[in-house]
């Protein structure tokens, strides 16, 4: 599982950033057909406010080993929450009792931790395996296999839906290279704005390295990997970059709304 999960963040890493032959685009590019396949598909249209911070990029997989076939989108944004700590954000992701507030594949409801393998002394570096709630009905075939890790520097969390004959196979010592995954996540990254007892009253400081600071705000980088098709030759359509900006913005919502950050700088 340990394996697994490494291969899910580098595939993670690696799939937010940029290539010569695959850039991020602006919402708006995609809408006006700039941004490839969906060109045709729908006139221009002007950007929403906090849209044109949205950056896609489309992928068609062949379904090499570990990778679903079709065609993949991937959106991120970032936004800045001044007044809420990366601690705060990274402890609020990595819960799976509250993961039903922002993420669509626990449809509203808590999860249960199946395992958890730590990975240091610091309780936020492991390996979880979740399970959506009984309820959740035709989601009960479906676990997700989520890694969290956090210094000082910044934390991520990162998680992927995986079906449940693959993870027994896993468990049971099989080759985790055949199991498909599409990672999703986030970045937490300290805003570099502090704020120390000494100073409080001040304004904020830098951060230096003083032991007695700490960051009073957050720059969170969500980004998302989706299946919008199973067929590689297929065309990625507007409706489908809509649906996926869409799913982008309303986590975002609803992780701003949780943890009552009143302002979000995009």
Known sequence: MLKLAQRMTDNFCAGVCASAAQKWRRLDEWRSGEGGD?????????????????????????????????????????????????QRVFD????????????????????QEMDHIA???????AVSL???????????????????CTDPSGSLVVYAP???????????GGDSAYVSLLPSGFAILPDGHCQSPNTAHQGSPSCGGSSSSSSTGSLVTVAFQI????????????ESVE????????TIQKIKSALQASIVTP
Request: with cysteine; net charge neutral.
């Open 162 to 172: 995986v079906d449940v004959q693959s993870m027994h196979v896993v468990m049971n």
């Open 92 to 111: 609020y992701l990595r819960d799976e009792q509250r993961r039903g507030e922002w993420d669509i594949l626990a449809n509203g409801e808590a999860m």
């Open 130 to 148: 979740l399970r959506p709630n009984a309820t959740s009905g035709n989601q009960n075939n479906m676990l997700i296999l989520q890694e969290t």
């Open 243 to 250: 649906t996926v900006s869409n799913l982008l913005s309303c």
């Open 119 to 125: 990975k240091g002394q610091h309780h936020g570096n």
């Open 227 to 238: 299946l919008v098709n199973n067929l590689p030759t297929a065309k990625l359509t507007v």
């Open 38 to 86: 969906a060109a045709g598909n729908g006139g221009s249209a002007a950007a929403g406010e906090g849209e044109e911070k949205v950056r896609m990029m489309a992928r068609h997989s062949v379904g090499a080993p570990g990778d679903p076939p079709g065609v993949v989108l991937s959106a991120t944004t970032s936004v800045r929450l001044p007044a809420t700590s990366p």
